[in-house]
């Protein structure tokens, strides 16, 4: 299953660069907190699967609602005139270089490991 994710994602990913797709640039600041709330939950998967306690479906609902929490702050913070994304950004950012840390030191371990059997 974790494999039909990655796929799915690289398509999606594939897809976005091969197609010309434009959103209204009011839009930006709400996409680009969504993309980063959901960049965060594939890379907590990937952490999740390398060290076997990955669930789908913790996965997709933190996909979707870290991606809807991330949007809805920065709705707001538009509403109120207060740059509340900025929460989302240091929130998510900060986990995706914790995971990206961990992912990095799991993977140094395992070739370490493998080198000295």
Same mark, same amino acid.
């Not at 959103?23 to 890379?43: E, N, Q, R």
């Not at 920065?74 to 995971?99: E, T």
């Not at 961990?102 to 070739?111: C, F, G, L, N």
């Given at each position: ?20 797709? +434009?959103?209204?640039?009011? &839009?930006?600041?709400?996409?680009? %907190?969504? *993309?980063?709330? /959901?960049?965060?939950? !594939?890379? $907590? ?25 991330? +949007?809805?702050?920065?709705? &707001?913070?538009?509403?109120?005139? %207060?740059? *509340?994304?900025? /929460?989302?950004?240091? !929130?998510? $950012? ?24």
């Amino acid at each position: 299953m974790f494999v039909a994710i990655v796929a799915g994602l690289a398509g999606g990913i594939v897809l976005g660069l091969l197609l010309d797709v +434009a959103y209204p640039v009011a &839009l930006s600041f709400y996409i680009t %907190v969504g *993309l980063l709330a /959901a960049l965060d939950s !594939v890379v $907590g998967a990937l952490r999740a699967h390398m060290e076997g306690k990955y669930n789908t479906l913790i996965f997709v609902t933190g996909f979707i609602f870290n991606a809807a929490l991330a +949007a809805l702050l920065a709705w &707001l913070g538009d509403k109120l005139g %207060v740059p *509340l994304y900025y /929460a989302a950004i240091i !929130v998510f $950012g900060g986990r995706l270089f914790n995971n990206f840390a961990a992912i990095r030191r799991m993977a140094i371990e395992k070739h370490i490991n493998k080198k000295s059997e």
